[in-house]
Antibody, heavy 122, light 107 residues
């Protein structure tokens, strides 16, 4: 069974840092691209970042987090990370990790974690 | 970035109704369009991929259509478990932007 479990969330002050971890099981983690998606309280889904499979040498970011957030992966530990620096109140959200699969050449987010809350407040 | 615009933002309907949600892309995305359903407190669930392909296990009352810039999600006969929020997402190019969501409520 495919499982994605996020951890590392919590309350942080503005300007602070936090690292989220997504631990994968039930599939060959190194073979899949991964995304982070977030959802502010009462708001819609916002795509945050992408990392390619294998060595994780390619990453892409939403403009809202570029330069502050870094996505990485450790395939030996079946883990995906989101390092968040210079956090702002508007980064408050539930953060989801999601697996990317190619369904007939169309990338889809076919499995999602349960989400983890990050709250940025003084 | 490719902007995705959904309409309506909210919709009230009754069990048994047929409903259609539309999604427009800011530029052509061919058929790289996916639909997700989200219920309160839960992660999104993939319903439709590649504009019109039904994800395994999703009831056949859900269908998708369109290509280029204009897409639809149709539920042929609403069931109580379908009341949720629906999002389109383009996967033509990163950032894989989402529409703003359509909240489907019971009338």
């Amino acid at each position: 069974e495919v499982q994605l479990v996020e951890s590392g969330g919590g309350l942080v002050q503005p300007g602070g840092s936090l690292r989220l971890t997504c631990t994968a099981s039930g599939f060959t983690f190194r073979s899949y691209e991964m995304n982070w998606v977030r959802q502010a309280p009462g708001k819609g889904l916002e795509w945050v970042s992408y990392i390619n499979n294998s060595g994780g040498t390619m990453t892409h970011y939403a403009e809202s987090v570029r330069g502050r957030f870094t996505t990485s992966r450790d395939n030996a530990k079946n883990s995906l990370y989101l390092q968040m620096n210079s956090l702002r109140a508007e980064d408050t959200a539930v953060y989801y990790c999601a697996r990317v699969s190619d369904y007939g050449d169309c990338p889809v987010l076919d499995y999602w974690g349960q989400g983890i809350l990050v709250a940025v407040s003084s | 970035d490719i902007q995705m615009t959904q309409s309506p933002s909210s919709l009230s309907a009754s069990v048994g109704d047929r409903v259609t949600i539309t999604c427009r892309a800011g530029q052509t995305i061919r058929t790289y369009l996916n639909w997700y359903q989200q219920k309160p407190g839960k992660a999104p669930k993939l319903l439709i991929y590649d504009a019109s392909s039904l994800q395994s296990g999703v009831p056949s009352r859900f269908s998708g259509g369109g290509s280029g810039t204009d897409f639809t999600l149709t539920i042929s006969s609403l069931q109580p478990e379908d009341f949720a929020t629906y999002y389109c997402q383009q996967s033509h190019s990163t950032p894989y932007t989402f529409g703003q969501g359509t909240k489907l409520e019971i009338k």
